[in-house]
């Protein structure tokens, strides 16, 4: 029962404080493509602001990581880069960038097994923005607009956007062990070791629900995968060719036996001899998935199984833990121009029992006289929505008894580099496996043109916009209701984060100042000259060019640095590879604003193509179906949002001359000091919050005592303590008789 609440939680304000305060206001709504129904935005970051920083502490919405990212895993393998924050910024022409760079890394790691420090060494700096902890949702339109890094035609990066449950933290490995990618809640005893929050729990420690199993689970929006495949790849339907995009939701647990084999299709019918005798056996695979335009069910990857650790792993799993993972998707064909324009990608996301999950891509349709319809993708021109995927909860519950996710998650964009993705599958018996580009021996290990193309020092991945949006009425969609926040009443984290801190968190030595695992964002404190250092007004600002191009990274830290770094670590990931089957503005002018144009959807319905001649709703041998696509193009609104300098913007903060000492005697030192509503060291981020109070605020809020540990009695524990009571009265009644005697003889 809710004794008190305290004024802080009473006065928050009711709007949603996750929102761009750029985004213009037609984009406030949206219309579901699988639904017809309106959804509202809930949050938006149109990265408009140039200069932002993204460190730990620097920003309300998101962190830049600064560690490794060891992509353990039971068959090895391992990431070839290290997460560096300040590769992670936002441009003049309303971008945020995250670049690969080729700038090695040293740090001295302890092997608790060898016992002694051992020194590490990456090669690749690269970045990954999270908003873990900070902002989640569970369920609605997820909305990114995407410029994939690199060349097409060479492999190698692994550019990614994607949504974990806020359970897991990426790259954390002691976080997601027996965690990623569960989305199972039924007691099963066989599967309970495996699930670490097991529906078999009486008791579920640190603020878990009781009887609720729980987990991280992984939707992917895109993966890349680039290369060249000289044609198309085998047993893709329709015909698929490198450059691709993995469309995907990774779940646990997985298919245990008869599973598809890698480079195949799944095998649905079996085939018999002229005598009757079994050719082949079925596989085991999800039922009902839908798949259209230049789309197939990716039959390089169909999930990854995460046995018994070894030795050099950082986290333990002992045989009983092990476990199946599936991935669940498809590959989605990209082209040229998906690596030179912003090209949008959509999520649909009804959570939980009966749910579903939809991928939505931009094409353009060509219809010739036959009225064959082709689509055409990546030339940028595209305007109609495309159903690429759809995986129904259906299909989950009657296989494997798992649900679409139904976790609190978070927003992940980064590039990884690693040599179990889109890198040479074999090498010849003369090549020197290394992964250093400086050194010669080592250029057989990448694929030709890859170190050519990142010392050029411009390859990044840039993100124009990510919105969310979700529906007031839990009646207008199906599964269940949408939510805003990390933790949530009926899915909470947050205490469990708290009571297994050292999971989340870079141990010592490798930053000895991390009290949690994230810092508090700082408000004001950078160093600065102007106003406009701080988001403020200011004459010193020059024009924002609309030629202005990306500059070669240039590292503001020694190449050679040695870090300190205990505790890395990343989900464990099957191998796939389809082998196996400088300008500025004139400064003396005035601050003008750069226009862009953007396309959106604006309140518009796709309705079925009557007039389909493919044949595309046939049902596949694979037991794929294609469902038909709309033949209008959806209206698409010329949205005119503006670029602004700082000086042009409504001032964020100012720079102050920063006091010391105990009378605040002025130090000399220039610094920001924001205004209300803004945020970071220079006052360049929105201060953005959650509308209500997650559960760990409402539990202390109701109960200031609810911290104290509390004792979990089961009926064995009563049995015992019992029997331990009786024998213990026993022994008294005994001992009092005894004594008794004595004193009589």
Not at 185 to 201: G, H, P, Y
Not at 215 to 237: F, K, Q
Not at 474 to 502: L, M, W
Not at 622 to 642: A, I, N, R
């Amino acid at each position: 029962m809710r004794l008190y609440l305290p004024l802080s939680l009473l006065l928050r304000p009711i709007q949603c404080a996750w929102i761009d305060e750029d985004t213009p206001k037609s984009l406030h709504k949206t219309t579901s493509l699988v639904d017809g129904t309106e959804y509202e935005l809930v949050m938006s970051d149109e990265f408009n602001v140039p200069n932002r920083t993204f460190t730990d502490g620097h920003d309300p919405t998101w962190t830049a990581l600064d560690k490794s990212d060891d992509d353990y895993s039971a068959s090895g393998g391992g990431s070839l880069h290290f997460y560096n924050s300040t590769t992670v910024t936002t441009t003049p022409d309303g971008m945020l960038t995250i670049q690969t760079i080729i700038d090695p890394t040293e740090w001295t790691h302890y092997d608790p097994i060898q016992k002694e420090y051992v020194t590490k060494k990456q090669y690749f700096k690269s970045g990954m923005l999270q908003s873990w902890d900070k902002f989640c949702f569970t369920g609605g339109i997820f909305e990114v607009d995407v410029i994939l890094p690199g060349e097409p035609d060479i492999g190698g990066l692994w550019p990614a956007v994607w949504l974990l449950g806020n359970l897991g933290r990426a790259t954390y490995e002691a976080s997601t062990n027996n965690i990623w990618p569960w989305s199972y809640d039924k007691c099963d005893r066989k599967k309970q070791e495996s699930q670490e929050i097991s529906a078999c729990n009486e008791a579920n420690h640190f603020g878990m629900n009781k009887r609720q199993g729980r987990g991280a689970t992984e939707i992917d929006i895109l993966e890349l995968m680039g290369g060249n495949s000289n044609g198309p790849l085998p047993a893709t339907s329709p015909p698929i060719s490198l450059p691709y995009a993995d469309l995907t939701l990774q779940v646990a647990p997985g298919i245990p036996n008869n599973r598809p084999q890698s480079g195949s299709q799944p095998v649905r019918v079996i085939d018999h001899t002229h005598s009757g005798y079994a050719t082949s056996v079925a596989q085991v695979w999800y039922d009902n998935l839908t798949v259209a335009g230049n789309t197939s069910l990716n039959p390089f990857f169909y999930g990854t199984y995460l046995g018994e650790t070894k030795k050099n792993e950082p986290v333990t799993r002992n045989k009983n833990q092990a476990f199946q993972a599936d991935a669940v998707g498809a590959m989605k064909q990209l082209g040229p121009e998906h690596f030179k324009t912003p090209h949008t990608f959509r999520l649909e996301w009804q959570p939980g029992r009966g749910g579903r999950l939809d991928w939505f891509t931009k094409s353009h349709k060509i219809v010739d006289e036959n009225g064959t319809i082709t689509h055409v993708e990546g030339d940028g021109m595209g305007k109609d929505w495309e159903h690429s995927l759809h995986i129904p909860d259906s299909a989950l519950e009657n296989l494997m008894g798992s649900k679409i996710p139904e976790e609190p998650s978070y927003i992940i964009l980064n590039t990884a580099i690693s040599s179990t993705w889109a890198f040479p599958y074999s090498l010849p018996d003369w090549c020197t496996k290394c992964y250093d580009c400086d050194d010669p021996k080592c250029q057989c290990s990448f694929n030709p043109g890859f170190c050519a193309m990142l010392k050029t020092g411009k390859v990044t991945m840039k993100i124009d916009s990510v919105r969310v949006y979700q529906s007031k009425d839990n009646d207008a969609h199906s599964g269940q209701p949408h939510r805003v926040g990390c933790d949530p009443v009926e899915f909470p984290t947050r205490e469990y984060i708290k009571g297994y801190e050292y999971r989340y968190m870079r141990n010592p030595p490798f930053v000895y100042d991390d009290l949690h695992p994230l810092r508090e964002v700082q408000h004001g404190g950078g160093d600065c000259t102007t106003d406009a250092d701080c988001g403020g007004g200011g004459v010193e600002q020059t024009d924002v060019d609309k030629k202005w191009t990306q500059k070669a990274f240039k590292s503001p830290v020694d190449p050679n640095d040695v870090l300190d770094l205990d505790s890395p670590g990343s989900n464990a990931r099957e191998s796939q590879h389809p082998s196996l089957a400088d300008s500025g503005g004139d400064d003396t002018a005035k601050a003008q604003s750069k226009r862009r144009t953007k396309r959106r959807l604006n309140n518009v319905e796709a309705q079925p193509d009557s007039d389909d001649k493919s044949g595309s709703s046939k049902k596949s041998d694979v037991h794929l179906q294609k469902p038909q696509v709309s033949s209008e193009s959806l209206k698409d609104q010329e949205e005119d949002t503006t670029v602004l300098t700082n000086s042009e913007r409504k001032p964020k903060g100012t720079c102050v001359a920063s006091s010391a000492g105990l009378f605040g005697a002025s130090s000399g030192k220039m610094q920001c000091k924001c205004n209300q509503g803004y945020t970071g060291p220079h006052c360049l981020s929105i201060d953005k919050h959650d509308d209500a109070p997650g559960a760990y605020e409402l539990k202390k809020a109701t109960n200031p005592f609810n911290d104290m540990p509390s004792l979990y009695v089961s009926r064995q524990h009563i049995t015992i303590g019992g029997f331990m009571l009786c024998s213990f009265l026993v022994f008294l009644v005994t001992a009092k008789i005894k004594r008794g005697g004595d004193k009589e003889r």
